[in-house]
């Protein structure tokens, strides 16, 4: 079966952040989903005082068949099951029921749902919206994604940096739902073209698994996050808000708000010519991808070896992240 990969946070207590509330579901700008919580502000800020929706497309609409596919009772059941065993959690069955032995001997219902909906309300009117794909009570959430991205990149051990947002929005999930960590069940495209019979050998080499742990203190910077856009909304204050905070966000693909951006990265082929990076002062190599922004250059690879590494202090540098966990309190 799929290799899981942990995530190590430290599960800690959380103490009442906001007042969940049963409120009907406000569409417009009065609700912010946690799956936009970890993604660049001024992006968020301009879809909602534009009013722009998210386009339709094919990778979405994948989603969405990888979502329906887990959605039901059977194949839910099996993925469970299977979970349930990675933890050594003592389940018996009885009838239609399963139950889970706890430390005292006793035994719990094991109540597992498929998706639901909590609205949690902040300062000002505003709701956070969370919604995990699969929830097994008081255990654990199961959140389902789908990735057009190349195989390639799929499997190397540095797309783990690619999914940051992913992280922060299932430890949202975790924080109000009062669990101690969630499955990030990552699906790459191949699984639809693949030939083979072995569901072993597809789960192996299409899907990837996390274990995400609770953490408190991205939880508490996340709020304070939110909060912050929440506020910038309501203003319509978003020129002094940087964007993106990760770098492919900034890409006519996935921005349906880049037109209306006042400060763009833009990806360069390369010159014929050297170029000065604005960060590290050295020289780029002509024909090398760099990054533009504001009429500044930064590196973007170095193409010494096959296929070009990144260089990420540079490309950190044009990016100016807005938030750190780090500064939290």
């Keep these: 079966m799929v290799k899981f990969e942990e995530i190590h946070f430290n599960p800690s207590p959380l103490g009442d952040i906001a007042k969940t509330n049963e409120a009907t579901f406000r569409v417009g700008k009065h609700t912010i989903g946690a799956s936009d919580s970890g993604m660049g502000k001024k992006k968020i800020i301009l879809e909602k005082i534009l009013g722009i929706k998210k386009q339709q497309n094919m990778t979405m609409l994948a989603g969405w068949i990888i979502h329906n596919f887990f959605e039901e009772d059977e194949r839910r059941q099996i993925l469970v099951d299977y979970i349930n065993k990675e933890e050594n959690y003592e389940v018996i069955n009885i009838r239609d029921l399963q139950f889970i032995a706890l430390e005292n001997e006793n035994y719990m219902e094991l109540e597992h749902e498929a998706e639901s909906e909590m609205y949690v309300g902040l300062e000002d009117d505003y709701e956070i919206r969370l919604h995990p794909d699969s929830q097994a009570k008081n255990l654990y959430c199961i959140e389902f994604k789908y990735t057009g991205l190349q195989y390639k990149e799929f499997l190397k051990d540095e797309y783990v940096n690619r999914i940051t947002h992913y992280f922060i929005q299932v430890n949202m999930y975790l924080g109000f739902y009062h669990l101690p960590f969630c499955y990030l069940i990552i699906i790459n495209k191949g699984i639809f073209t693949s030939t083979s019979k ?6 192996k080499n299409y899907v990837r698994v996390f274990k995400v742990y609770f953490d408190d203190k991205v939880f508490h910077a996340t709020i304070r996050r939110i909060q912050d856009i929440a506020k910038k909304i309501e203003k319509e204050e978003y020129k002094g808000v940087e964007c993106p905070e990760i770098l492919w966000e900034c890409d006519p693909k996935w921005c349906h708000v ?17 170029v000065e990076c604005f960060h590290c002062k050295e020289k780029i190599k002509p024909t090398t991808p760099y990054l533009e922004r504001g009429g500044k250059i930064y590196h973007y690879k170095d193409v010494r070896g096959h296929g070009g590494v990144e260089i990420k202090e540079c490309i ?13 309190k």
């Design 198 to 203: 072995n569901w072993d050998f597809v789960w």
């Design 258 to 274: 880049r037109n209306d951006c006042d400060n763009p990265i833009t990806k360069v082929d390369g010159s014929d010519v050297y």
């Design 316 to 328: 950190n540098a044009c990016m100016k992240e807005t938030w750190r966990v780090d500064d939290a």
